[in-house]
């Protein structure tokens, strides 16, 4: 019976050490669940008033003490093994929750990560959570100072107590690995604080770049958007306009309703066949000021417009004229490097109306007498500051106006204009024509004549055997210092208009008949800028005359009916100029102007200052 006794009584002690070790655990427990400042004494009094059960209750205890570690330690380990990636984030969002309910922003929305969270709740969140880590460092480490505390009461008892000793160290290993198990949780709500804060720092980068790579898309859609030339075109009705955005070649254009085309302006060197393919209606086409040459119509690009009637060239590089499509009506061709024109140049362009060729190197031996044969319907014929000393050969005899403006011509041969019946305006303006260049019968076959401009030339007198039916005749800037008798009487009434001014005549250079066959017909008449020194006592004689300019001249000296004849029922004259002279406007005589119906038609201010010495 000594061995029964002794292991009762070797059962009672672990009960007793299990019983005190049992109700010390949730004192434990609580002491670390209490904010900090809670008295902790009661805890020790509690623990030290346990009584010793008896050996059925020791027995029975032992045994429920049992149960409850294994199921403890099966559900500590089956939490293990359930705590996976989707553990973590539940347990990251409860901590997460937490920590806003602290920092008193409420509950965490849905998609707090995403863009738009402000600086100031990510400080807030941030400092909350470390308010909750210093919390539960401060709680473990009371429940570490009292463990000691007790254990150092623990080993003052017997040496019986070794085996509850054993357990309490495996019950302490526990703790500190589940007090090492929160410390790691505790990391890792840092970490995912980290984690995020990085989260949040990448999308804002992420934002900005987005911020910054937009404008370089935008720049890049636009660049796109400009490599193709037509993006710089303007389109109106049946226009297309591509003038000055810098083409180098000629865009593909599918517009078959389009009838202009303007590409003037640009660098244009090649044109191809196809180019117009798909414009078959083009009626006019600018290509002018381009860097266009002869290679560039090398493969006759223009042939197949055959609605095309309107063709722009000018500025160009070309040296001969190009293969053109037949319909064409109107060739421009100024500002090029034309320096000749063949015989067979024209051919096929029986429809040309008007015809540019200004601003080239022409002259009068380097075109054909037979070049403009092809031109059975030629109206207009511009040949402006070239290089000719006379008028060529061969001009088309359906010519209705001629310009040689700014050449260099000193004759008019009867031969050059035998046959032009339908010439109605001749400009020789700016050459070096005199009189005696001038043929005896150089304007006789010219029957349909009605404006001659010699401007800007070397005349000294009016030139004879003007055209009968000459309506306009200028005569500005020569060197004219006299009017023959008679100079216009076989005009027939005709002329309208003649201009003198800025030539040297003077009162001596005009005779009383001078202007017979003007009086009727005659209403302007231009003699500003000359010598004068009266009125021309022929003025009171025109009876249709409307202007009359006797400005910047000499003039003294007004008669009384020199220029209102008083026999006259009435007058046409609606302008009078006379400032810029020698006038004493306050000596003029009362009627001499008294057939003016406005008193604002003559103008006498200023005059020019009177010197002693006049």
């Not at 949730?26 to 509690?46: I, R, S, W």
């Not at 660049?223 to 955005?245: W, Y």
């Not at 310009?403 to 008019?412: D, T």
């Not at 500005?476 to 208009?497: K, V």
Request: hydrophobic fraction near 30%.
């Amino acid at each position: 019976m000594q061995m029964p006794r002794t292991w009762i009584t070797l059962v009672c002690l672990c009960g007793t050490a299990l019983s005190a070790f049992s109700s010390s655990t949730p004192e434990l427990e609580t002491a670390a669940l209490q904010p900090p400042g809670t008295d902790t004494e009661v805890l020790d009094t509690n623990a030290s008033s346990v009584t010793l059960p008896s050996e059925e209750t020791a027995d029975e205890r032992l045994r429920m003490e049992r149960e409850h570690r294994g199921v403890e330690v099966r559900g500590l380990q089956a939490g293990r093994r359930r705590r996976g990636a989707w553990g973590k984030r539940k347990h990251a969002a409860t901590v997460e929750a937490a920590a806003y309910r602290i920092a008193g922003f409420g509950p965490p929305l849905m998609g707090w990560r995403k863009r738009g969270k402000g600086n100031e709740e990510t400080s807030g969140l941030i400092s909350a959570l470390k308010e909750l880590h210093a919390e539960k460092q401060r709680l473990m480490d009371q429940g570490k100072t009292q463990q000691e505390e007790e254990e150092e009461g623990e080993d003052e008892d017997d040496d019986d107590d070794d085996d509850d000793d054993d357990d309490d160290d495996d019950d302490e290993e526990e703790e500190e690995e589940e007090e090492e198990e929160e410390e790691e949780e505790g990391q890792e709500e840092e970490g995912e604080g980290e984690e995020e804060e990085e989260e949040e720092e990448e999308e804002e980068e992420e934002e900005k770049e987005e911020a910054t790579e937009a404008p370089s898309n935008q720049t890049e859609t636009q660049m796109s958007s400009t490599e193709s030339p037509l993006t710089k075109c303007q389109t109106a009705d049946r226009e297309i306009s591509c003038r000055g955005v810098g083409l180098t070649h000629l865009p593909i254009i599918i517009n078959p309703l389009a009838t202009n085309l303007d590409f003037a302006e640009n660098n244009i060197r090649i044109i191809a066949p196809g180019d117009f393919s798909g414009v078959p209606n083009l009626d006019t086409l600018d290509l002018s000021r381009n860097k266009l040459d002869d290679g560039s119509f090398s493969r006759s690009p223009l042939s197949n417009l055959t609605f095309l009637k309107k063709l722009n060239l000018d500025g160009n590089q070309l040296t001969r004229i190009p293969a053109l499509p037949p319909s064409l009506e109107e060739l421009k061709m100024n500002k090029n490097n034309l320096g000749e024109l063949s015989p067979h140049c024209f051919n096929g362009l029986m429809n040309l109306l008007n015809l540019e060729l200004g601003e080239n190197t022409l002259r009068e031996d380097t075109v054909s007498p037979l070049a403009f044969r092809p031109l059975e319907r030629l109206l207009h014929l511009q040949l402006d500051n070239g290089s000719f000393g006379r008028l060529p050969l061969g001009l088309p005899p359906s010519l209705q106006e001629l310009q040689m403006n700014g050449n260099r011509i000193e004759e008019v041969t009867e031969e050059a204009l035998k046959g032009h019946v339908h010439l109605r305006v001749l400009q020789l303006s700016h050459n070096l024509l005199h009189e005696q260049g001038i043929a005896t019968y150089a304007w006789t076959h010219l029957k349909s004549l009605e404006a001659l401009d010699l401007s800007y030339n070397k005349f000294t007198s009016v030139p004879m055997r003007l055209p009968r039916r000459l309506h306009e005749l200028s005569l500005q800037h020569n060197n004219i210092s006299h009017i023959a008798a008679f100079t216009f009487r076989h005009m027939h009434s005709s002329l309208q208009s003649l201009r003198l001014s800025h030539n040297d005549l003077s009162d001596e250079g005009m005779e009383r008949v001078s202007f017979v066959g003007t009086y009727r017909s005659l209403g302007e008449l231009l003699l500003d800028n000359n010598r004068l020194g009266e009125v021309p006592r022929c003025v009171q004689q025109f009876k249709n005359l409307q202007v009359l300019r006797l400005d910047s001249n000499q003039i003294r000296l007004v008669r009384r009916w020199g220029v209102c004849h008083p026999r006259s029922s009435g007058s046409s004259l609606a302008s009078i100029h006379l400032e810029n002279n020698l006038l004493d406007v306050e000596r003029i005589p009362p009627k001499a102007f008294s057939c003016l119906t406005d008193a604002k038609a003559l103008i006498l201010y200023p005059q020019q200052r009177l010197s002693h010495d006049q």
